[in-house]
């Protein structure tokens, strides 16, 4: 006969243990900001030695509650941006990244909020302190433009995913797409269509922002071509060098872009002359070509609502703080082989998108 199941520790035992209300229980169980560091503490170490875990039908019904466009309360996520406002860098492809998760923020009962590192006067310590004034538990982390950035805030108050791989310290979850898989499916398709001699011009800084995963999956597949097909990347820090002299010597029959800057409208700005138009022209992020390019539809948006959906995965398992097994969550982008179409749906979603999170109720 089995044995009999042990009556289940509730929020209510736990506050009577310990003391306090059903609120100030919940509340410290969440981290939430306003309950005491050593409050939390004893009041977690208590339920986990009373056995306790969370109601998952309840986390539910909490989660439809907040879908409710008839709730007023929206928990707010801030999007935290390494610029010093939102024009500096709404022009940019990762915007995307924003505006997918704002939406899918909407959609989950919550409210994504921007704040900005770059500010004057703004520092990690009174950044921390001005989301834990907003009760603000859950961030979303933008790229940045430097290598190897850091951002020590006070991270037992705060759930976090990343964007990407710019932030190396400390080590978040990750939501990104996936640069190897990516240029790997770019390069087989191209050799399927035809292409034998295919070239490589990329944006070193970009590349090791990326970990040096265009690079890597671009020498892996020359390791399985004869040497006379094998042509050297093209990299600088803009992209922008060479371009001339490395287009005569190597004759490349395609040529991809990966990074910040295009092949054909580089040329065209550094050598006052029409880019070739023999050549096949494919950038591993389409944001930055024109009709003159196929390419790689970098799913920005979708990436975005990744990440929002994990945040808040996290936030209803009470998991604050660093984590202990950083995960990566990488999408592969989808070809493109209509620019101009790609680029007027992607500014319709934009459109849309932007007046929606602007009146969320």
């Known amino acids: ?148 950035a850091s951002l020590p805030l006070q991270w037992e108050r705060f759930a976090a995913v990343a964007f990407d791989y710019s932030l190396s310290t400390p080590q978040l979850h990750r939501a990104t797409t996936d640069y190897y898989r990516e240029m790997l499916s770019v390069l087989t398709r191209l050799e399927r269509e035809g292409c034998q001699r295919i070239g490589l011009n990329a944006n070193s800084i970009d590349d090791a922002k990326v970990l040096g995963l265009w690079y890597s999956a671009f ?19 803009k992209a922008q060098e060479g371009l001339d002299s490395w287009l005569t010597k190597h004759e490349p029959d395609a040529i991809i872009s990966a990074g910040w800057g295009d092949f054909p409208k580089n040329f065209e700005a550094i050598h006052h002359r029409a880019a070739p138009t023999h050549i096949r022209y494919v950038n ?43 995960q990566v969550m990488a999408i592969e982008g989808e070809w493109v082989d209509d620019y101009e179409t790609w680029h007027t749906e992607r500014e319709k979603w934009r459109a849309v998108t932007i007046r929606k999170i602007s009146k969320p109720d």
């Not at 059903?22 to 208590?46: C, D």
């Open 219 to 237: 020498l892996r597949y020359q390791h399985g071509l004869p040497r006379a097909r094998r042509i050297p990347v093209n990299a600088s820090p």
């Open 1 to 148: 006969m089995p044995p009999a199941s042990k009556r289940r520790v509730t929020l209510r035992t736990i506050a009577q243990k310990a003391g306090l209300s059903l609120a100030a229980t919940s509340m410290a169980l969440r981290n939430h900001p306003r309950i005491s560091p050593k409050a939390r503490e004893r009041v977690q170490s208590l339920a986990r030695k009373m056995g306790y875990h969370p109601d998952p039908k309840l986390a539910t019904l909490m989660h439809h509650l907040r879908a409710q466009g008839d709730v007023n309360y929206r928990e707010t996520l801030a999007y935290v941006s390494s610029y010093d406002s939102y024009e500096r860098w709404k022009p940019f492809p990762h915007h995307d990244y924003y505006l997918g998760a704002a939406e899918r923020a909407l959609e989950l009962g919550y409210r994504l909020d921007v704040v900005h590192l770059g500010e004057p006067g703004m520092t990690p310590a009174r950044m921390s302190h001005l989301l834990s004034t907003r009760a603000i538990r859950g961030l979303l982390i933008g790229g940045f433009d430097r290598l190897d």
């Open 284 to 326: 591993m992020n389409l944001s930055y070509a024109d009709a003159r390019s196929q390419g790689i539809n970098k799913l920005s948006g979708v990436v975005g609502r990744l990440a929002c959906e994990h945040l808040v995965a996290q936030l209803q398992r009470n998991e604050i703080g660093l984590p202990r097994y950083p």
